[in-house]
């Protein structure tokens, strides 16, 4: 019966979603789409025990558009982040576009944000703000350089040292970024 089927929906707990993003990470770099050179067990069981995208294109190739678009279903110019952002913009995600956070809340999950968020960096414009029960993870880019014609890269100075926070509040500045991949793991 229908009925009998819709209770049992309502008692069954939804499923795990985990969504991750990888800057810079092409198809072949893993294992399970055929890569022999770059060893990656772990992502190969996660795609193996679970679901395995073959035609999926992101919104940009670039870090904030690509991200902001992920989390909103939109094009990166329709939900206000075209360009990638730099640590001394301003400017974000909009509070008043809805987050893939935001619709999953009123579905009984809770929503975590684990690594670079990159979608601004005002209290306003972070993760919490924008429908994430935790934060862990940097606010903007770690690769911040200006290059000019016959120069080498330089870093910036930027505003702060590149911090990690728990939430808004900061835990570690400047953020030692040779153990970020592992915390971000235990974290997630």
Same mark, same amino acid.
Request: net charge neutral.
């Given at each position: 019966?229908?009925?009998?089927?819709?209770?049992?929906?309502?008692?069954?707990?939804?499923?795990?979603?985990?969504?991750?993003?990888?800057?810079?990470?092409?198809?072949?770099?893993?294992? &399970?789409?055929?890569?022999?050179?770059?060893?990656?067990?772990?992502?190969?069981?996660?795609?193996?025990?679970?679901?395995?995208? !073959?035609?999926?294109?992101?919104?940009?190739?670039? &870090?904030?558009?690509?991200?902001?678009?992920?989390?909103?279903?939109?094009?990166?110019?329709? &939900?206000?982040?075209?360009?990638?952002?730099?640590?001394?913009?301003?400017?974000?995600?909009?509070?008043?576009?809805?987050?893939?956070?935001?619709?999953?809340?009123?579905?009984?999950?809770?929503?975590? &944000?684990?690594?670079?968020?990159?979608?601004?960096?005002?209290?306003?414009?972070?993760?919490? /703000? /924008?429908?994430?029960?935790?934060?862990?993870?940097?606010?903007?880019?770690?690769?911040?350089?200006?290059?000019?014609?016959? %120069?080498?890269?330089? /870093?910036? %100075?930027?505003?702060?040292?590149?911090?990690?926070?728990?939430?808004?509040?900061?835990?570690? %500045?400047?953020?030692?970024?040779? !153990?970020?991949?592992?915390?971000?793991?235990?974290?997630?």
């Amino acid at each position: 019966h229908a009925s009998r089927a819709a209770d049992a929906a309502k008692t069954e707990p939804p499923p795990n979603l985990i969504l991750i993003l990888a800057d810079d990470l092409g198809s072949g770099d893993l294992g &399970c789409y055929g890569s022999k050179t770059i060893a990656t067990p772990r992502l190969d069981r996660m795609a193996k025990d679970g679901v395995r995208f !073959t035609d999926f294109y992101v919104a940009a190739p670039f &870090c904030s558009p690509s991200r902001a678009a992920l989390l909103t279903g939109r094009l990166p110019a329709r &939900c206000g982040v075209p360009y990638v952002l730099f640590p001394t913009e301003h400017t974000g995600l909009p509070p008043g576009e809805v987050t893939l956070a935001e619709l999953l809340k009123p579905a009984g999950y809770a929503t975590a &944000c684990v690594g670079k968020w990159h979608l601004g960096w005002r209290r306003e414009l972070r993760p919490l /703000q /924008q429908g994430f029960d935790e934060f862990f993870g940097l606010l903007h880019t770690n690769d911040v350089e200006e290059w000019k014609p016959g %120069s080498e890269f330089r /870093q910036l %100075s930027l505003f702060e040292p590149l911090q990690l926070r728990e939430g808004d509040r900061v835990v570690e %500045s400047p953020a030692d970024q040779a !153990t970020l991949t592992q915390r971000y793991t235990r974290r997630a």
